[in-house]
Nanobody, 124 residues
Framework: VQLQASGGGLVQAGGSLRLSCVAS????????MGWFRQAPGKEREFVAA????????YYSDSAKGRFTISRDNAKNTVYLQMNSLKSEDTAVYSC??????????????????WGQGTQVTVSS
């Protein structure tokens, strides 16, 4: 499985961005996809996750109310709509996929494929 994230860029505080992540290769029927981010000098942290049907979602406290995760299974793509961006959202955002477990959560160790990430920079 290969994951390719895109859509990052430079945006002013209060602005919006939509990230996309396309999965290719051998994808499995019931998969959970998630977004994580890593800011300079900090550990990677969970942002949001979504189940196969799209009905189950899970967000970090920092993402709730501002970010929306969605997916288009026909396109093997997961999206992260980010609104009301803050300077502290600046990070490299990566997508990941669980192929063996179906719980929609932030258990990083259960995500077994990772993309390279896309840079999001929010200027204040």
């Amino acid at each position: 499985v290969q994951l390719q994230a895109s859509g990052g860029g430079l945006v002013q505080a209060g602005g919006s961005l939509r990230l996309s992540c396309v999965a290719s290769g051998r994808t499995f029927g019931s998969t959970v996809m998630g977004w994580f981010r890593q800011a300079p000098g900090k550990e990677r942290e969970f942002v949001a996750a979504i189940g196969w049907s799209g009905r189950s979602t899970y967000y970090s406290d920092s993402a709730k109310g501002r970010f929306t995760i969605s997916r288009d299974n026909a396109k093997n793509t997961v999206y992260l709509q980010m609104n009301s961006l803050k300077s502290e959202d600046t990070a490299v955002y990566s997508c990941a996929i669980k192929t063996l477990r179906t719980v929609v959560d932030d258990r990083e160790w259960e995500y077994d494929y990772w993309g390279q990430g896309t840079q999001v920079t929010v200027s204040s």
